[in-house]
């Protein structure tokens, strides 16, 4: 009896320890699944800051969006010529901006009806870029700022007796580059005009009655070289005297072209221009009227040369050069862009196409400028106004 209550005690003890090692399995197994699942993530923050610098360190910055820049010229020539001439400063424009950040999606080129109508297009924002004279550009400072002057070939004459023009030769450019130009009075084929021409190469001074009696033709009064400067010069040479003083005066709104058909068809005895317009015209002068130049100038029916029948008989002091101007009610309008054309600009007119474009303006090269360059223009305008 007590061997078998032994052996029953034993027994149960066994069982005892077997319940508590299943136990003790099934609580470290729990323990385990409950850690890994409450386990926190591992932290990546630090990778993915790295990324990021990364990815922002190698990204190209986003380009400025110019939907279309509009650019105008003033009608110093006649506007299709204009027109034509720069066709290709379209394309030219929107590469350059692109290597300066800008996404252009066009380029719109016209030419103004009037000098004043590209400085009113200045000053209310529906022209981005203005190429005007400084006589313009001063009349329009409120809505206008100047980012370049333009260089020019410097011209075999510039004396400032108007003899010295009238040798009959061509007037050639030179190799020297020119901040400043002159205007001239040119008097034409018309007996009057052959009157005056003989008077002034004899060394005559000319009266205020002489100039009185021919028939003008001028700029409009925003022009420096086809009004402000031969105004001033006449102001300085006949007691105060000013072109509003004539007794007849064309005034003309489509360009010297317009004012040497005039002389030519002898409808007027003197014109004003800039030094020496008598190139430009060389080639039209002596075309039948029917035809016209390389450069679609209509022929103006002269049977002699043109540097015979033009001389000149007034030569003004130096005018400023012609600016580049932006208006500053372009929605555009930043330092930045400004910076930009004036890069683009002067990396443009040093290539063999860019000098092509821009002869038609005779321009050679553009020099970064500031508002101050323009003071004198400034002073003459309030002179003659």
């Keep these: 009896m007590k061997k078998s209550l032994a052996l029953l005690l034993a027994l149960v003890m066994l069982i005892g320890i077997l319940a508590g090692c299943s136990a003790n399995t099934d609580t470290t197994t729990a323990d385990s699944t409950t850690a890994a699942e409450t386990a926190e993530p591992a932290d990546t923050s630090a990778e993915t800051d790295t990324t990021a610098a990364e990815t922002e360190e190698?990204?190209?910055?986003?380009?400025?969006?110019?939907?279309?820049?509009?650019?105008?010229?003033?009608?110093s020539r006649e506007p299709q010529e204009i027109i034509t001439a720069t066709e290709p400063l379209k394309q030219l424009l929107k590469d350059e901006l692109a290597k300066e950040g800008y996404d252009v999606g066009e380029v719109e080129i016209t030419v103004g009806?009037?000098?004043?109508?590209?400085?009113?297009?200045?000053?209310?924002?529906?022209i981005d870029v203005g190429l005007i004279p400084g006589g313009t550009y001063v009349l329009y400072d409120d809505g206008a700022e100047v980012i370049l002057t333009a260089t020019r070939d410097g011209l075999s004459k510039d004396s400032d007796n108007a003899k010295d023009w009238n040798d009959g030769q061509p007037t050639e450019a030179s190799d020297k580059q020119a901040v400043s130009y002159r205007a001239l009075f040119i008097a034409g084929p018309s007996d009057k005009g052959q009157e005056l021409a003989a008077k002034v190469n004899a060394g005559e001074k000319l009266t205020?009655?002489?100039?009185?009696?021919?028939?003008?033709?001028?700029?409009?009064?925003?022009?420096?070289?086809?009004?402000?400067?031969?105004?001033?010069?006449?102001?300085?040479?006949?007691?105060?005297?000013?072109?509003?003083?004539?007794?007849?005066?064309?005034?003309?709104?489509?360009?010297?072209?317009?004012?040497?058909?005039?002389?030519?068809?002898?409808?007027?005895?003197?014109?004003?221009?800039?030094?020496?317009?008598?190139?430009?015209?060389?080639?039209?002068?002596?075309?039948?009227?029917?035809?016209?130049?390389?450069?679609?100038?209509?022929?103006?029916g002269r049977s002699e040369s043109i540097w015979n029948e033009l001389n000149v008989i007034g030569v003004t002091d130096g005018i400023y050069n012609d600016t580049v101007a932006i208006s500053k009610e372009s929605p555009y309008y930043t330092p930045e862009l400004i910076d930009a054309l004036q890069q683009c600009f002067i990396n443009i007119i040093n290539t063999d196409e860019g000098q092509?474009?821009?002869?038609?303006?005779?321009?050679?090269?553009?020099?970064?400028?500031?508002?101050?360059?323009?003071?004198?223009?400034?002073?003459a305008l309030k002179v003659v106004s």
């Design 208 to 300: 205020w009655e002489d100039l009185d009696k021919a028939t003008w033709a001028v700029q409009k009064t925003s022009s420096s070289a086809g009004y402000i400067y031969p105004t001033l010069w006449l102001m300085e040479n006949y007691d105060g005297k000013k072109i509003s003083d004539l007794s007849n005066v064309v005034p003309l709104d489509s360009g010297y072209g317009t004012a040497f058909s005039y002389a030519a068809a002898e409808q007027v005895d003197i014109i004003v221009c800039y030094a020496d317009g008598r190139n430009d015209y060389e080639a039209s002068w002596m075309l039948p009227v029917d035809q016209k130049d390389e450069t679609g100038k209509q022929g103006m």
């Design 356 to 379: 092509a474009i821009f002869s038609v303006y005779s321009h050679t090269g553009y020099a970064i400028a500031k508002d101050s360059d323009y003071d004198g223009a400034r002073n």
């Design 113 to 126: 009806t009037t000098y004043e109508a590209v400085g009113e297009g200045l000053e209310a924002g529906t």
């Design 58 to 75: 190698t990204a190209e910055p986003a380009a400025k969006t110019i939907e279309t820049l509009k650019v105008a010229f003033v009608p």
